[in-house]
């Protein structure tokens, strides 16, 4: 089972309402359960370098199925985990990657959002995720 380019946009489409309700500027990727690339839209004047750091938040969050703050605590000097980000071609390991589950709690995919604070970013990703609660 894997999310639908309907639920991906609608993920995207809650995520970039949050992000303009707090004021700031997003790059906003949704994965699939196979990690690729589903969804994406850069918010207009948008970090650029943002733009590649929402996908691998998205693909961090989907290959490891929790979210990538929680991936950035076990990968700290002396953690289970540690110098994970080297992985898989690259891995992003603090907040903005989340996993987006189905009623019946099987992983679909996964939204990572950047271009802020890890604070907003965080936020910005679970109203995505939340839309499709």
């Known amino acids: 089972m894997s999310i639908t380019l ?3 946009e609608t993920a995207v ?6 992000a303009v309700e707090i004021g700031t500027l ?7 359960a196979g990690a690729n690339l589903t969804a994406f839209v850069r918010m207009d004047g948008a970090w650029l370098g943002s733009a590649d750091i929402s ?5 961090t969050a989907r290959y490891f199925d929790m979210p990538t ?5 076990l990968s700290q000097p002396g953690g289970s985990l540690y110098n994970i980000e080297h992985s898989n071609g690259g891995l992003i390991t603090f907040p903005g990657g ?3 589950k189905n ?8 939204i990572g959002v950047s271009g802020s604070s890890v604070e ?9 995720v939340d839309a499709l609660s």
């Open 6 to 8: 309907e639920q991906a």
């Open 13 to 18: 489409k809650a995520a970039k309402a949050k």
């Open 26 to 32: 997003m790059n906003i990727a949704v994965v699939d």
């Open 55 to 59: 996908q691998k938040k998205a693909r």
């Open 69 to 73: 703050g929680e991936i950035g605590k």
């Open 98 to 100: 989340i996993p987006i």
């Open 103 to 110: 009623g019946n709690g099987d992983i679909i995919g996964a």
């Open 120 to 128: 907003n970013d965080h936020t910005v990703a679970q109203a995505g």
